[in-house]
């Protein structure tokens, strides 16, 4: 039963891959890809014609039921794409932001399509469970920024369209969902006190590990947990939820409760974690497993890690076939298995039982986790972490104990409060990963589509050792072999692009900053001053790998443009800072100038042209800011705008401009 339970699921994910890749050009080699390991893995295990076919209808049944809902569903809702229309829906999920808050409707369009939408709104007030109604809209499809991929993520969740340009709203208070409103309304006024008691950052830290809301922490504690790598410590998935239904279950066991009662309990426990953190795939899929857990000590029956995995991922898949696009889902199912299976199989023969052995193997474990998601860590986030195993072994037990603290404090709604301790806890990690995170070995960055390729095929590699010899050494040594021959290709790549002449142009619309980047040297300038602008900024240093600015300029010198970039001044020390007025500065390879709200870079007599729309100055390449275009480009003239920013302009030598997409 759990050998079928694991290939059934294992079979079903297969096919809801195929399926998401069916219309891209990759399909037909993943298909001769899987069909060479699906070959291999049944003449080492020997399966029969009976698992083969059983094998196979799960298979087909995935693919036809993505394919079904793709058709049903998606280009369902897509039919209404770039229209105007009404919409009448439910709330079913909000998220609140500074100046309003984004609601997802189940509804109808028109009064006739079923689907659910986000909209955004700055001041509406409407609860869980109220009725929207939209009297006129445009409705579009959510579109991905350099910022944040939001197609992906929110089809994964079942939304397909926006509602934008909205008119005649009206709510209809219904109080329906009196239970969600109040656990909804609770978390606000924890996360409150949390932020009261131990300050905004260590607060936000502690709301995020509970409730995972991340909105209110800073960004540059995200990045330094994310590069330490226990930015997982943020999404409520396995982690939380095992933690917390654990501690319930041992403390009501301590009390002598009878086990019906404990499974009854615990149960309700994880129904209202998963609520208040607004129902994440990756906390659904921990809280089946642990449900799974329960009903085995119920039963007295052993539970098996692997096969409660199974059949959670197998469960979402079939109500969720879109689930497959959620990179929470992927990454909590990925590092699920990495502890709860390879990290065991992988250290069965280490020492246990000496401090020195028990702390061998916990590093192990961390380890095999690592490497289990790695290549999802890279493909999500475009880095990995290569400090991983010791941070996790040293920081996530602090990080756990400051949670559970929270969680009574949370549950007991503060009447039970040691949560300062918490504070301190997580003050303490806050200041290490954030020296850590500064180390030029924490991490390391691909932005090449090759190499991410790579990073996929080395892992099937991995995969392929490991079917065939079922050895835990070849095992080691093949993830050994991979893990440096993705280091040797991230070193060769990022070489090559630090030895380009690369000019990225960054910002929302037609606004413009500029970065010139030579040898690992870079220079910043911002020649519009949004407060978004500094958010574009930082990512794109992130992810090229910048640590050294060699000269910042502000080219409007306004207080609000000075406060927008004080965290990249702060974190990066710019070696010369120039605020409001014109310049000109030369470097050994090139030249710039800025001058009546032009600049100017010229680069071994190529020249770039940053120019206002209306203001052309011709040059080899030229780009217009500032306008109201919806994004163009005519030969070397580029107008920025919605449809056309964020991008790479490199001169590899060869002379030619070659323009890349962020």
Not at 202 to 213: D, P, Q, R, V
Not at 330 to 335: E, I, N
Request: net charge neutral; proline share 2%; glycine share 8%.
């Amino acid at each position: 039963m759990k050998r079928k339970m694991i290939g059934a699921a294992a079979a079903y994910l297969a096919g809801s891959f195929f399926a998401s890749f069916f219309e891209t050009g990759k399909a037909p080699a993943l298909i001769i890809a899987a069909a060479a390991v699906m070959a291999a893995a049944c003449l080492r295990m020997k399966l029969t014609r009976k698992d083969i076919a059983f094998l196979s209808v799960c298979f087909a049944s995935a693919f036809s039921i993505f394919m079904m809902y793709t058709a049903f569903h998606y280009d369902g809702a897509m039919y209404y794409s770039q229209t105007d229309g009404s919409f009448t829906g439910t709330v079913s999920e909000i998220r609140e932001y500074e100046n309003g808050a984004s609601y997802v409707l189940k509804g109808k369009i028109d009064g006739e399509t079923s689907a659910e939408i986000m909209v955004y709104f700055y001041d509406l007030d409407a609860e869980y469970g109220d009725i929207i109604n939209i009297g006129s809209c445009r409705f579009s499809a959510p579109k991905d920024s350099y910022l944040y991929k939001s197609n992906m993520s929110l089809r994964s969740q079942g939304i397909f369209l926006q509602a934008d340009k909205t008119e005649d709203i009206s709510v209809v208070h219904t109080h329906s969902h009196r239970l969600k409103n109040f656990l909804m309304r609770h978390r606000s006024r924890m996360t409150e006190q949390f932020r009261e008691t131990l300050g905004d950052d260590a607060g936000s830290y502690l709301a995020g590990m509970i409730f995972g809301e991340k909105q209110g922490l800073d960004d540059d504690i995200q990045i330094s947990l994310y590069r330490c790598g226990i930015g997982h410590i943020l999404a409520v998935s396995g982690l939380h939820v095992s933690v917390a239904a654990l501690f319930i279950m041992g403390l009501m066991k301590l009390l002598g409760i009878n086990r019906y009662v404990i499974f009854a309990l615990t149960e309700l426990f994880l129904a209202v974690l998963v609520s208040m953190a607004n129902s994440p795939v990756s906390a659904r899929r921990a809280a089946v497993m642990m449900t799974f857990l329960c009903i085995s000590g119920l039963l007295r029956r052993r539970n098996d890690t692997f096969n409660s995995l199974s059949a959670a991922v197998l469960l979402i898949c079939v109500l969720e076939p879109y689930a497959i696009y959620s990179g929470g889902f992927l990454l909590s199912a990925a590092g699920t298995f990495g502890i709860g299976v390879f990290a065991p199989y992988m250290t069965n023969k280490l020492p246990g039982t000496a401090i020195c052995g028990r702390l061998l193997r916990s590093f192990a474990a961390a380890l095999c986790v690592s490497i289990i998601v790695t290549p999802l860590s890279i493909k999500y986030f475009g880095e990995t972490s290569l400090i991983s195993p010791f941070v996790n072994t040293a920081l996530v037990p602090l990080c756990t104990l400051a949670m559970v603290i929270g969680m009574i404090h949370v549950f007991t709604g503060g009447m039970i409060s040691v949560i300062p301790i918490s504070g301190g806890l997580i003050r303490f990690v806050i200041s290490v990963t954030d020296k850590l995170s500064r180390l030029d070995i924490a991490h390391f960055s691909v932005r090449d589509e090759k190499l991410l390729n790579f990073v996929f095929i080395c892992a099937a590699a991995v995969i392929a050792v490991q079917i065939l010899f079922s050895s835990r050494a070849f095992t080691a040594i093949a993830a050994a072999a991979a893990c440096a021959a993705v280091f040797t290709g991230s070193l060769i790549s990022s070489t090559d692009l630090r030895s380009r002449f690369t000019v990225a142009v960054l910002g929302d619309g037609a606004n413009a900053t500029v970065i010139v980047s030579l040898g690992g040297r870079s220079d910043v300038i911002d020649l519009c001053g949004r407060d978004s602008a500094s958010q574009y900024v930082e990512k794109y240093l992130s992810e090229a790998g910048i640590c050294d600015i060699g000269s910042f300029a502000l080219t409007r010198g306004d207080t609000q443009q000075e406060e927008s970039f004080s965290s990249i001044t702060d974190n990066f020390a710019p070696q010369k800072y120039i605020s409001g007025s014109d310049f000109s500065f030369s470097t050994d390879e090139y030249y710039m100038s800025y001058e009546e709200r032009t600049l100017t870079v010229n680069y071994h007599g190529y020249t770039f042209v940053f120019a206002p729309a209306g203001e052309i100055t011709r040059g080899d390449m030229t780009v217009c800011y500032g306008g109201k275009n919806n994004g163009r480009r005519y030969g070397d003239i580029i107008f920025l705008g919605e449809d056309l920013n964020n991008f790479e302009m490199t001169l590899p030598g060869s002379g030619v401009c070659q323009i890349r997409r962020l």
